[in-house]
């Protein structure tokens, strides 16, 4: 089945510097790669996708960039903030309804 | 304001009791979905449903129940026959087109604890 993993449990950014997340997947026919943020003790939120045939996508203060050679997805978050505080997760999605999460990587922004 | 609801926060059960965990939407959203979170673990689904009076079984589907008699309620079972119930339990809803599903609004969870 599809598996999809983060490289790293925590990851520690001093404030104001760039973070980078990265996060690993097994299926090559996966359609679609989701990024979504989870703080403490709320559910998940959804914050960008991107679709199999593209290499890099733009949101506000992130960007995903997707390496399908290697099976790489990784997000980038420009200026990262108190309020990035959380826990990031990476998702696959390759058939209808149907959406696998990865274990999550914990930002920890230092003032 | 538009959202998911999930009651209750907090839910503690007896070993061998069922247990129903409610999930509200008033968004007007087709898709919903089930998912259980144990610490340090991604979502994993159990049940998923497309449309109303329509559901289909997740990853770990045994032990737990729902229905879909409204577009607006999903609400979940945890029965006797779940081995390892306490957890965090996600609902989540999504409009339900071919690439909706991508971006799931979730509820705030339900903490299950099994005493």
């Known amino acids: 089945g599809e598996s999809v993993g983060l490289h790293l449990p925590t990851l520690s950014v001093q404030e104001g510097d760039n973070s980078i997340i990265n996060c690993a997947y097994s299926?090559?026919?996966?359609?679609?790669f989701i990024w979504y943020k989870q703080e403490s003790g709320k559910g998940p939120q959804f914050i960008i996708d991107?679709?199999?045939?593209?290499d890099k996508r733009q949101g506000q203060r992130v960007t995903v960039l997707l390496n399908k050679t290697v099976k790489h997805l990784s997000l980038q978050i420009a200026a990262t903030q108190p309020g990035d505080s959380a826990v990031y997760f990476c998702a696959v999605s390759g058939g209808y309804q149907k959406v696998t999460f990865g274990t999550g990587t914990k930002l920890q922004v230092i003032p | 304001d538009g959202g998911i609801t999930q009651s209750p926060k907090y839910l503690f059960r007896k070993e061998g009791q069922n247990v129903t965990l409610s999930c509200e939407q008033n968004?007007?959203?087709?898709?919903m979905y089930w998912y259980r979170q144990d610490p340090g673990q991604g979502l994993r689904l159990i049940y998923y449903?497309?449309?109303?009076?329509?559901?289909q079984k997740g990853d770990i589907a045994e032990g737990y129940s729902v229905s879909r008699e409204k577009k607006e309620s999903f609400p979940l079972t945890v029965t006797s026959a779940q081995k390892n119930p306490t957890a965090f339990y996600l609902c989540a809803s999504s409009i339900g087109s071919r690439r909706s599903y991508n971006e799931q609004f979730f509820g705030p969870g339900t903490r299950l604890t099994v005493l």
């Open positions: 968004l007007n959203h087709d898709a």
């Open positions: 299926n090559s026919a996966s359609d679609y």
């Open positions: 991107i679709r199999s045939n593209m």
């Open positions: 449903s497309q449309i109303v009076n329509d559901f």
